[in-house]
T-cell receptor
Framework: KQEVTQIPAALSVPEGENLVLNCSFT??????LQWFRQDPGKGLTSLLL?????REQTSGRLNASLDKSSGRSTLYIAASQPGDSATYLC???????????FGAGTQVVVTP | GAGVSQSPSNKVTEKGKDVELRCDPI?????LYWYRQSLGQGLEFLIY????????KSGLPSDRFSAERTGGSVSTLTIQRTQQEDSAVYLC????????????FGEGSWLTVV
């Protein structure tokens, strides 16, 4: 059974610093891994999807890496801004149908 | 529509009443998921529909919960005889197929049982 862990649970950084968010998974036979952002009182916004054949994926200031052998994915957010404050969740499918197992999330606060 | 649409956005109901939550997925998406997020808790899988295949109901917490998907599009999640522990955000998501495609979430239906 795929289990997903995110550490730390919370993170506070000053504006301009780079953010590094960690995600660990137990089953290396992973189909893909998806990163989401959740703002308070809102649904989830998809940020990046990394396929099992990829090592990283980039979108603007966001870069996500995937290392299947070590069971880790890392989300990098360059030059953080107060608007990046949110909870970031990673998720991996538990089967070929795409049913997702979520981590508990990392709550990020970027201070001006 | 442009995104996954859910209604109602907020629902307050009395304990013991039935509620229906609606999800309208992105046009052309064959996969549809329901998740639940309780206050301070992680996301919990409830049910999954893929095309005309039998749904994966393995996450439904009790037989008071049921869901259907009509015409391969709109889905309704029904909770019968609601209990206070059912209070949560119910999130619907859709994707083009199953694994391998980005999964898009709606804004959720916030359910409060009093």
């Amino acid at each position: 059974k795929q289990e997903v862990t995110q550490i730390p649970a919370a993170l506070s950084v000053p504006e301009g610093e780079n953010l590094v968010l960690n995600c660990s998974f137990t089953d290396s036979a992973i189909y893909n891994l998806q990163w989401f952002r959740q703002d308070p009182g809102k649904g989830l916004t998809s940020l990046l999807l990394i396929q099992s054949s990829q090592r990283e994926q980039t979108s603007g200031r966001l870069n996500a890496s995937l290392d299947k052998s070590s069971g880790r994915s890392t989300l990098y957010i360059a030059a953080s801004q107060p608007g990046d404050s949110a909870t970031y969740l990673c998720a991996a499918p538990t089967d070929s149908w795409g049913k997702l197992q979520f981590g508990a999330g990392t709550q990020v606060v970027v201070t001006p | 529509g442009a995104g996954v649409s859910q209604s109602p956005s907020n629902k307050v109901t009395e304990k013991g009443k039935d509620v229906e939550l609606r999800c309208d997925p992105i046009s052309g998406h064959t996969a549809l998921y329901w998740y639940r997020q309780s206050l301070g808790q992680g996301l919990e899988f409830l049910i999954y529909f893929q095309g005309n295949s039998a749904p994966d109901k393995s996450g439904l917490p009790s037989d008071r919960f049921s869901a259907e998907r009509t015409g391969g599009s709109v889905s309704t999640l029904t909770i019968q005889r609601t209990q206070q522990e059912d209070s949560a955000v119910y999130l619907c998501a859709s994707s083009k197929t199953g694994s391998g495609n980005t999964i898009y979430f709606g804004e959720g239906s916030w359910l409060t049982v009093v």
